[in-house]
């Protein structure tokens, strides 16, 4: 048998080569990256009364801590897919149906204020953690409530989808609190039970309660008091098992901490005027989210 001479081989290679179509490193895409190639469209999930992580401005559009980390994000797909353009879509989302909508699909990263908790993980991955807080009550200053024990008798509001009615009844484990539990289809629901006398107390991580405080048509009437429940991890929530997506989101975050632009947006949602009013939340950075920003972690609670 006549074999043909290499050099002619590696000509009809070049041949072949040239005829078939360049190695696309689009092979290697899956899950949401290949979604949004196809598509030209990404989705952001965001909420509507987060206050300073993701909230309607003046005009009933999403902005917010969150909602910047995200439009980095996208920015960096865009660059990564090589895309001359790339629709941003906005899906309002809440407590209860946020995890729903992100491992169904209809949602491909979202832009709240969501637990890491590592029960969520068995449906929905995270980012590392870009805030920590404790999740500790809301109360009207002259209730008198001060602590978990106060709250004998009492109404408490909790937002549907969270987990502070749980982290309540564990709290009170063993001494037989007897509240009554109402819930808010969202924040800003949840703190009007309190404002019209419905709830005593609301039961929220701390940096969201402020925020409704400082919104709040008298923020002065108003104050985050009580034992911390559990300090949480918030993080941003994408879907489960999607490692191409999955760099990209975590590279972003974790390069917006080592280069100081993140703490340099939490001093801007968080320890400035924000709209629409001009509202200074006032929450200084605690040590909690330093730590997160010094040693980005996803691992959940």
Request: hydrophobic share 40%.
């Amino acid at each position: 048998m006549t074999f043909p001479r290499p050099t002619l081989m590696c000509s009809a290679l070049a041949v072949l080569g040239a005829l078939l179509p360049p190695a696309s490193s689009h092979a290697q895409e899956t899950g949401t990256l290949a979604k949004v190639r196809a598509s030209g469209a990404i989705t952001l999930g965001y909420r509507e009364s987060s206050f300073g992580f993701s909230y309607l401005d003046g005009d009933l559009k999403p902005v917010g801590y969150s909602m910047d980390i995200c439009r980095r994000i996208v920015d960096e797909v865009k660059a990564e897919l090589k895309l001359s353009s790339l629709e941003v879509r906005l899906q309002a989302v809440t407590s209860a149906n946020r995890i729903p909508l992100v491992a169904n699909g209809t949602v491909d990263l979202e832009c709240g204020s969501t637990t890491n908790l590592i029960e969520r993980q068995r449906q929905v991955a995270f980012s590392p953690d870009i805030f920590r807080y404790n999740v500790r009550m809301l109360v009207r200053a002259d209730s008198g409530i001060r602590s978990i024990a106060d709250l004998q008798g009492k109404a408490v509001a909790t937002t549907a989808g969270t987990t502070s009615f749980r982290l309540l009844r564990e709290a009170d484990r063993g001494r037989g609190l007897d509240v009554k539990n109402l819930s808010g289809k969202d924040h800003s629901d949840s703190f009007m039970l309190v404002e019209s006398g419905r709830a005593q107390a609301f039961v929220l991580d701390d940096i969201l309660l402020a925020g409704q405080i400082a919104n709040a048509k008298s923020p002065k009437d108003y104050l985050i008091t009580g034992e911390s429940l559990r300090t949480e991890n918030q993080a941003l929530m994408l879907r489960k098992d999607d490692a191409g997506f999955k760099a990209i989101v975590d590279r972003v975050v974790t390069g917006m901490m080592q280069s100081g632009e993140m703490e340099t947006l939490y001093q801007r949602w968080f320890m400035s005027p924000i709209p629409p009013k001009g509202i200074n939340i006032n929450y200084p950075l605690n040590a909690e989210t330093r730590e997160a920003f010094a040693r980005p972690s996803d691992k959940g609670i």
